[in-house]
């Protein structure tokens, strides 16, 4: 814990504005122990803390991708994919839709199209979790290019 505060003062310093305002002792102070701390940052450590930066960025792409990904979900989800349920929906339309024109349609056929529809609102609240899948994935990329900065800043 206490390399990785020294590590990360190292940098924020390193990359900030001079301290033009200190008095001559107290700057050649600051900067034989910013030398210190450069001698003691390992760049192995730096590297593995970057590595461990990403881990975040890549969970919530892994569930993005799964949120959008046209195979069929595992686990206890049985709801089918965004773009099956919507071709679906498109096929029943079409269907219905000649029907109507060749004046076959029944009632009882546009009472299940109107289920069929209704059911299919679902896929507005999937749509949503995607994007709030999309918008954590967008946070997590500017924290770890927020710290990736302080470290470039050296």
């Known amino acids: 814990m206490a390399s990785r505060i020294i590590a990360r003062l190292y940098h924020f310093a390193k990359g900030s504005t001079p301290l033009t305002d200190l008095p001559a002792a107290w700057q050649s102070g600051v900067d034989a122990a910013l030398k210190e701390i450069e001698k003691s940052v390992d760049p192995k450590f730096v590297q593995a803390e970057i590595k461990d930066t990403m881990e975040a960025p890549l969970k919530e792409l892994e569930r993005l ?3 959008v990904s046209n195979e069929p979900p595992m686990g206890k989800s049985k709801t089918p994919a965004i773009q099956d349920s919507l071709d679906s929906l498109l ?3 079409h269907v219905q839709k000649k029907r109507l024109a060749a ?3 029944t009632e009882a056929e ?3 199209l ?4 209704e059911a299919t609102k679902e896929i507005d609240e999937r749509q949503k979790g995607i994007y709030n899948s999309l918008a954590r994935y967008g946070k997590t ?3 770890v290019g927020l710290w990736l900065k302080m470290w470039d800043n050296s």
């Open 141 to 143: 990329l500017d924290k």
């Open 103 to 105: 004046g076959l349609a």
């Open 65 to 67: 991708n799964k949120l």
């Open 91 to 93: 096929q029943t339309l």
């Open 110 to 112: 546009l009472t299940m």
């Open 114 to 117: 109107a289920r069929n529809v």
